[in-house]
């Protein structure tokens, strides 16, 4: 029993740690490789759960996360990268060091709420959503630190990946509820997609300054 | 959303139904904001709780605000102003419990609404901005509107919590009103703006009626308490009559002339007839001269403040002796600016050519004065039987209350008056010496020309400005500010402009903020209600 706790902190702990790394890399497809890691620790970490629970539907989820998260998604941000010759692309908006302060901060805040708000629940699933809402935090202060489009969009799919780990944690979640959820990422997905696109089209570039200097001028 | 009409709201929603009519005739029905403006007021009149009552009220506020815009830029900022510090009064007052902090709320915000001092000062300026129709509606309905919540408020919910304070405090307020608003409208050259100061001095008048009555209610003095009420609520009725009549007639007068300056006006009465007639009739209700509309409510609030200064300690005693001078005084005032209103606007010789060649008015807006020169007919000849049924709203804000009958009555002193008239006629007529006789006085408006103008220029003549130069150096010198300005304006108005101004920056920044500043305001909310629930539950 022990192997189990152990072995699904383990994991959540390295999508954590992947979701941190995403906030201190810059290079756009450093970030998508480490994107691709979470997910498929993820997997890893729902197949584990799957077989500790006994749930068939964990199992189910995590072949969905390693097909979609792992493999699909990774590979359509990597054409976008290779189209828009994004290579090289650094971004910046906010300071390294001031994001991986406040990431931390963060990290401190979701273990300060989660941890005594459910005193009585069993500790696999406190310390798991703790680190869940970490990867939720995290996804999110990528997505309002950095300036490009494509960056903004791995940070929500970073965000999604916690709330996936937090499902899987929870023993009785409903297979529909995560079902769907990854099928609207991928939907949004697409969307963007096309969106960005759009955007190439008008401005030459991802980075949405131009947006905004247009959005200052135009009201 | 819930109506619940009781006999208040059908008496206001009976004093709105004419100048709606009114103003609807006079040119306004086609305006969908027009009658956004009128729902919004039915809709806070016959209001059965708090929400409807707030909502039709913004509502009002909102929809007269655009209606202002159409008339100028700057008034309807001021106006917009006053009305979003109204509604931050009373929206968190309304959901008080009755207690001395909610009757302060809802006193500021239906002052800053109905243009109670020291919140007045954009009155004067943003009820002249609009359409003729649209200011008739906002100087008659919506200030009435305003009451109507103080009303329901100070005299129905709140008063459990009734306290003597109150209605000194609301006095006091209706006697600033009084005397700001009459010297002001001695001293305006603008028409319309005459109308409007002289509307901040008819809502001091309300004021003060129902100051006496809510202190009498609080003090348990049925007779005061009743007497108080009568003379307010016959106030409001009389007011709501002839106000929207002056503002009508100020429309045409612009309308003909082009400009509706007191200073190049003049002999309208030959030109305009029949708008002169109806402007005479509305002056003389302003001034509430005896026989008009306007005499009883003063009559019954002059008794009102004379009985109430029999009551109370001595400082209670001396404070109600000095507004019986202010009174006196604002009515000497409002008599004084009613006369120059008449008198330089439409007596004397014409000081422009577009007033010379000024023509009368014909169809729908003649139409709608005369209605309401009509409806005044029985407030002023049987003001007894107006208050009678009015009875059931004295009931319902007073169940104590004694009602006295009214100790005047016009109808009789009409007869008499002919008959007086009359024999006299017959006597000189019979006895009287014939021949004419040569008499330099007021001579109509008329100025002797200058001896270097033998052949009279009417621009020599004594202009409005002038007429009330006398005023202003006796008596605006010690109440007005600098270039007889609002003293409110620099004091009160002024700071909140800049707060106004400062908000309106900080929610334009909000608007303009790109996606990533949206997203990181919503996760910084996010952030600190996680950091409060973490901190609430650790600690």
Known sequence: MSLTFSLAHL????????????????????????????????????????????????????????????????????????????????????????????????IGIAVLVVLPSTMRAVSLTREDLAIALSVVLLGLLVMVSRRSALAQIIGFLSTENGLVLAAIGMPGMPFVAEFSVALLVLLAFLVVGVFLLRIREHFDTLDVTGIEAIERRGR | MHLQPDALSWLFLGILLPQVVASAVAGMRGSVTFWVFVLGMALALLAGDAFTLIFGFELMSAASWLLVLRGDERPATFYVTM????????????????????????????????GLAPLHAWLPKAHPAPPAGVSALMSGGMVKVALYVLIRYAFIILAPAAQPWWGVVLIAAGLASVLIGALRAMLEVELKTVLACSTVEHVGLIAVGLGVALRAKAMGDETLEGLGLQAALLCVVAHALFKPLLFLGAGEVKRAVGTASLNWLGGLVRGMPRLGGLMLLGAACMAALPLGPGFAPEFLLLHAVIGAAATGGILARLFFTAALAI?????????????????????????????????????????????????????????????????????????????????????????????????????????????????????????????????????????????????????????????????????????LLRLHGRFVRVAERIRRATIRERLAFVFGALVVFLLALGLGEGG
């Not at chain 1, 996360?65 to 359509?76: E, H, I, Q, S």
């Not at chain 2, 009305?83 to 002052?111: D, E, H, N, R």
């Not at chain 2, 439409?346 to 000024?358: D, Y």
């Open chain 1, 11 to 106: 994991m959540g702990g390295i999508v954590l740690l992947c979701a941190f790394l995403l906030l201190s890399q810059r290079r756009l497809a450093a970030m998508i490789t480490l994107y691709q890691m979470q997910a498929c620790v993820l997997a890893a970490a729902a197949f584990w759960q799957g077989w500790a629970q006994h749930e068939l539907n964990l199992y189910l989820t995590g072949i969905i996360t390693l097909a979609l998260k792992g493999l699909l998604l990774p590979y359509g941000l990597r054409q976008i990268v290779l189209r828009f010759n994004l290579r090289r692309a650094v971004d910046s908006a906010m300071g390294m060091a001031l994001s991986l302060i406040l990431g931390v901060g963060l």
């Open chain 2, 83 to 114: 009305a979003i510090f109204s509604g931050a009064c009373l929206i968190p007052a309304v959901f008080l419990p009755a207690s001395s902090v909610a009757f302060v709320l809802i006193l500021l915000g239906t002052g800053a609404k109905a």
């Open chain 2, 327 to 495: 009174l006196g005084l604002g009515a000497a005032l409002a008599l004084g600016a009613a006369v120059r209103l008449f008198g330089m606007g439409f007596l004397g010789r014409p000081r422009s050519l577009q007033a010379a060649a000024a023509d009368d008015i014909r169809g729908a807006t003649l139409w709608a004065m005369g209605g309401l020169a009509v409806l005044m007919l029985p407030v002023a000849l049987l003001p007894g039987l107006v208050l009678g049924t009015m009875t059931p709203v004295f009931l319902l804000l007073a169940p104590q209350a004694a009602l006295p009958p009214l100790a005047y009555a016009p109808l009789s002193l009409v007869l008499l008056a002919f008959l007086a008239a009359a024999a006299l006629g017959f006597v000189l007529q019979r006895w009287g010496v014939r021949g004419t006789r040569e008499v330099a006085g007021w001579n109509g408006g008329f100025g002797a020309p200058p001896p270097w103008l033998p052949f009279g220029d009417p621009a020599t003549q004594p202009s409005a400005t002038g007429l009330a130069e006398p005023v202003a150096r006796a008596i605006g010198r010690g109440v007005l500010a600098r270039d007889m300005a609002d003293p409110t304006e620099i004091w009160l108005v002024a700071p």
